[in-house]
């Protein structure tokens, strides 16, 4: 079983609706990032967190550290979100990232 | 500079051919990782070093894979007689200290073995 899943692994969304993509982790983590990729390029760090809930623009990030579960919610969502979204953990702070597969996110128009 | 900078963006390279990856992290970061990504995977460790030495080879998959960090900035990752298991997305992420939990991305380099 991977340290970090994922789900869902792929996801359509009309533009306009509430996206949530979910990360489950089985070790004890210092932090979690959410991150984004966009194909044939690098990775744009979203959110760094180690409790509660966090908030950039659309985007929401929550974590519960009792269930070992984070959120990612995108709100009002638009064709330009369209991109693999990344869960990762890292186990002491300043330590390598142990990823999630991705979710493949699409917004249609 | 003001991001991760990494070279070549796409790689070519024949069975057999030895490849060099490089990675500029932002000036004055202490902290630089490697990471491999296959097609439609997370990435995984390879490498991490702080300033010039190497703290951590774990996830290099073969003697193969060198990398080094000879002045504690620029950062290569060498691939030696390339397979083509090893095409990939090599990433390098650099962060301004040791204990720092952030993390800032380049944009890769694709490397795919023919």
């Known amino acids: 079983k991977n340290e970090v899943e994922q789900s869902p692994q792929n996801l359509t969304a009309q533009e306009g609706e509430f996206i949530t993509i979910n990360c489950s982790y089985s070790?004890?983590?210092?932090?979690l990032h959410w991150l984004q990729q966009h194909p044939g390029g690098g990775i744009v760090s979203l959110f760094m967190?180690?409790?509660g809930k966090k908030k950039h623009g659309r985007l929401i990030a929550t974590i519960n550290i009792q269930e070992k579960h984070s959120s990612l919610h995108i709100t009002a969502s638009h064709p330009r979100d369209s991109a693999v979204y990344i869960c990762?953990?890292?186990?002491?702070?300043?330590?390598?990232?142990?990823f999630g597969a991705g979710t493949i996110l699409r917004v249609k128009s | 500079g003001a991001g991760v900078s990494q070279s070549p963006r796409y790689k070519v390279a024949k069975r057999g051919q030895d490849v060099a990856l490089r990675c500029d992290p932002i000036?004055?970061?202490?902290?630089l990782f490697w990471y491999q990504q296959a097609l439609g995977q997370g990435p995984e460790f390879l490498t991490y070093?702080?300033?010039?030495?190497?703290?951590?080879k774990s996830g290099l998959p073969s003697d193969r894979f060198f990398a080094e960090r000879p002045e504690g900035s620029v950062s290569t990752l060498k691939i030696q007689r390339t397979q083509q298991e090893d095409s990939a997305v090599y990433l390098c992420?650099?962060?301004?200290?040791?204990?720092?939990?952030?993390?800032?991305f380049g944009q890769g380099t694709r490397l795919t073995v023919v």
């Open positions: 992420a650099s962060s301004s200290q040791p204990l720092s939990p952030e993390a800032f």
């Open positions: 070790v004890g983590i210092s932090a």
């Open positions: 967190l180690s409790s």
């Open positions: 990762a953990v890292s186990r002491e702070y300043g330590n390598k990232l142990v």
């Open positions: 000036s004055g970061h202490v902290s």
């Open positions: 070093f702080q300033n010039e030495a190497q703290l951590d």
